[in-house]
């Protein structure tokens, strides 16, 4: 009896995570969806449920996991039995910028008997885009544009937005908070306001400007400074959420007051999301506005703009209008308004475009009346969602958000990509064009991750020595006295990355320290990783070459654990670098160290070699694990290379 329930159990475990999946993505929390069919599908081959897993990985933005499902769906016999795939292919490629595909596939599935008539009409849509796209001709005539990530010091793993600049400040949005006592799998996250200066190490908003229970977002100050708006959030079901303006003033320190008050109907209304705001100076009426996005009913579409009058008594608001204007049927969002040219700046998903959102304007005549709405073209847009413009000065410098290649991925293995805030400025004329790296796909601005400045590339094995990998306090695999590790340095490594601001606020009340924390992760842990990758590659061309070669690896800690634990860590550490030359591109070295064409020689000196800076236990945590002195110590180098 007991052997025949225990198959019953395991028989029924698939159908149990198909639920599961089924019940996050009816919350569209896709990102549980996924991981849900991902074990399902591990545990039992099946057409619907790798059908299930393409459309939350595509919803997730997961697209090259969704397309690598819906390749193996359309080879499979159970085919015909899901039309929709050629069309989910079709959102996929257009994402990722390749528009030849979208366009063969997206044709494909209009030409199908079984094509599903609810997307007809979207897929003709998406194909014309497609078509707009490839017909688009670069004028050479125009200015070209810098496009610069801003630094990990601002942008996480975890999606940062919003970018709005008074004065030296940059308000932004992260949302890499932990929500406080939630009960639901896996614990949630939420946004706060964040602030920098100089983009230093940015920080939470104080004075209880966030909470660890409700998002905060989205920042908009009028033009007195005296106001500023912004939205609380509430989970709903799942990943959705419920947002309301919301509106703080200045405190007699002129400082942003403790106090907020939630804007009263019918600015905020009963079961409808109001959020984003923004300020909108009427240079003929003199009068002041606040525009802020809504999916209340009477628009146009899914999401969209409204706009109200800011009075002088912030508990008696009038009706806002839907600013029928500029609304589509599509998504309308993240609008910013620059008084200086009075344009209404914002993303959509209209017609044409390059893919998922793109970056708008849109001349605002007076007496209610807008002009034409313009896309800002592939210099600033790309195939991926482009969003929250703030323009600094109209034609030169704006912020914004996307999802575009070149930030850190929250989901490793399906390489789904958070919004970053990245940075564009006009390059002046008089700039040689070869001295710019040229972004890849269809013409778009240069793109540089996060300095302008030429950064140096080795071109051989012995030009990287010495290579420095840096490790988190006591990793890998903590609190153990084991000489190895199951893990490779890239799992340490995006761990270690994570922990950026916790190291940082350790020096609060000292700049200079923050400023040389950030300056390390920079410049040390992240260039380290980078070298790594530059390192493997070329060692995979040496080996095809014919090459033997041999890589001395040694082991560091730093002096806060005694000696005998400190070597086993450091043995920890070699171990964790080894295993990344066995794993690297699913194992393509492995054929190579079998046969001792490549051979790795392990030395670990434990805290025999940590210099006299690093500080040991009695320091205090502070400066004995946070402070970089202590930092640069727990490291393996790659220290030589012998070739044969």
């Not at 997961?62 to 390749?71: D, M, N, P, V």
């Not at 005296?226 to 703080?248: D, M, P």
């Not at 950030?518 to 080996?543: M, N």
Request: net charge negative; with cysteine; glycine share 6%.
């Amino acid at each position: 009896m007991l052997l025949l329930m225990s198959n019953v159990l395991c028989a029924q475990r698939p159908a149990a995570l198909v639920k599961n999946g089924d019940e996050a993505m009816e919350l569209a929390d896709y990102y549980t969806a996924v991981h849900f069919y991902k074990q399902a599908l591990e545990q039992k081959e099946g057409v619907d449920i790798r059908y299930r897993l393409a459309e939350a990985a595509r919803k997730f933005k997961a697209y090259e996991l969704a397309i690598e499902q819906y390749e193996i769906i359309q080879k499979s016999s159970a085919f015909s039995q899901f039309p929709n795939t050629l069309y989910g292919m079709g959102i996929c490629y257009q994402a990722l910028g390749d528009y030849a595909k979208a366009i063969e596939v997206l044709g494909q599935f209009l030409a199908g008997e079984k094509r599903h008539q609810t997307y007809v009409k979207a897929a003709r849509s998406l194909l014309d885009d497609c078509k707009w796209v490839l017909e688009q001709e670069e004028d050479e005539e125009d200015e070209n544009w810098t496009i610069n990530r801003l630094p990990n010091r601002i942008n996480s793993a975890y999606g940062e937005f919003g970018a709005y600049k008074n004065g030296d400040s940059l308000y932004y949005t992260s949302y890499r908070f932990e929500l406080k006592d939630d009960r639901y799998h896996p614990t949630r996250k939420i946004s706060k306001v964040m602030v920098t200066t100089n983009e230093r190490q940015g920080r939470a908003m104080s004075r209880g400007f966030n909470e660890d229970t409700v998002h905060t977002a989205h920042v908009a100050i009028t033009n007195d400074r005296q106001l500023l708006f912004f939205n609380r959030c509430k989970f709903t079901e799942g990943a959705q959420i419920h947002c309301q303006l919301c509106v703080r003033k200045k405190d007699r320190r002129r400082r942003w007051s403790k106090a907020f008050t939630v804007l009263p109907e019918p600015v905020n209304v009963a079961n409808f999301t109001a959020t984003q705001p923004t300020i909108m100076w009427d240079s003929l009426a003199q009068k002041e506005y606040l525009i802020f996005v809504s999916n209340r009913s009477g628009g146009s579409g899914q999401f969209d703009f409204w706009q109200v009058a800011i009075p002088e008594n912030l508990r008696k608001w009038e009706q806002p209008i839907a600013l029928q204007g500029i609304n589509t049927k599509e998504s309308d969002i993240s609008p910013d308004f620059h008084n200086k040219n009075q344009r209404l700046y914002f993303s959509s998903q209209r017609s044409p475009g390059f893919g998922g959102y793109d970056l708008f304007s849109i001349p605002y005549l007076g007496n209610g009346e807008w002009g034409e709405a313009e896309n800002l073209g592939s210099a600033i847009n790309s195939s991926y969602d482009d969003t929250y413009p703030f323009v600094v000065e109209a034609d030169k410098q704006l912020y914004f958000s996307s999802n575009r290649p070149g930030g850190r991925y929250l989901d490793r293995d399906s390489k789904s990509c958070c919004p970053d805030i990245f940075k564009a400025t006009i390059v002046p004329s008089s700039v040689a064009v070869d001295s710019l790296i040229a972004q890849e796909e269809i013409p778009q601005a240069t793109f540089i991750p996060e300095e302008d400045t030429p950064v140096f590339t080795p071109k051989t094995l012995e030009a990287f020595l010495p290579l420095q990998l840096f490790f988190d306090n006591d990793q890998p695999n903590p609190r153990t006295r084991k000489s190895t590790t199951r893990l490779a340095y890239s799992d340490t490594y995006f761990d270690y990355q994570d922990r950026e601001t916790i190291y940082y606020d350790q020096f609060e009340s000292d700049e200079d320290a923050q400023d040389e924390v950030a300056t390390f992760f920079k410049d040390e842990v992240d260039l380290g990783y980078d070298r790594l990758e530059q390192f493997s590659s070329i060692l995979l061309e040496v080996l095809e070459e014919g090459q033997r070669v041999e890589i001395f690896l040694k082991g560091y800690t730093s002096p806060r654990a005694k000696g005998d634990y400190n070597l086993l860590l450091g043995k920890r550490r070699v171990s964790a670098v080894r295993n990344h030359f066995e794993t690297w591109q699913e194992g393509v070295f492995m054929v190579y160290i079998d046969t001792d064409q490549l051979h790795i020689t392990e030395v670990s000196f434990g805290e025999t070699q940590a210099a006299s800076s690093a500080k040991d236990e009695k320091s205090g945590e502070r400066l004995s694990i946070y402070s970089p002195a202590a930092a640069r110590e727990r490291r393996v180098e790659i220290i030589e290379v012998k070739k044969e």
